[in-house]
């Protein structure tokens, strides 16, 4: 004879579906409808430029600061 744990199916796994789906920066209450000029104002992954260029423009900002920081407490001798 079975267990009463062997007939039962799991449900550990399944997880309820939220009713609610708003979330809480923009509840449902409080939302207006998107004018035209928000929505061209949204920034795109499409609008923003290539990854790399964005890493070297940081990175070259980045060492800039670094080497005034250097210059003026006396680090780097200019």
Do not use: C, W
Request: aromatic share 6%; hydrophobic share 35%; proline share 6%.
């Amino acid at each position: 004879m079975k267990s009463d744990e062997s007939q039962a199916p799991k449900t550990e796994n399944n997880v309820p579906v939220a009713k609610n789906t708003t979330s809480h920066y923009n509840p449902a209450s409080k939302s207006e409808p998107l004018t035209q000029v928000q929505a061209d104002s949204v920034i795109t992954r499409e609008d923003m430029p290539n990854l790399g260029f964005r890493i070297t423009v940081t990175a070259i900002a980045i060492g800039i600061i670094l080497f005034i920081i250097g210059t003026y407490y006396g680090i780097i001798n200019v």
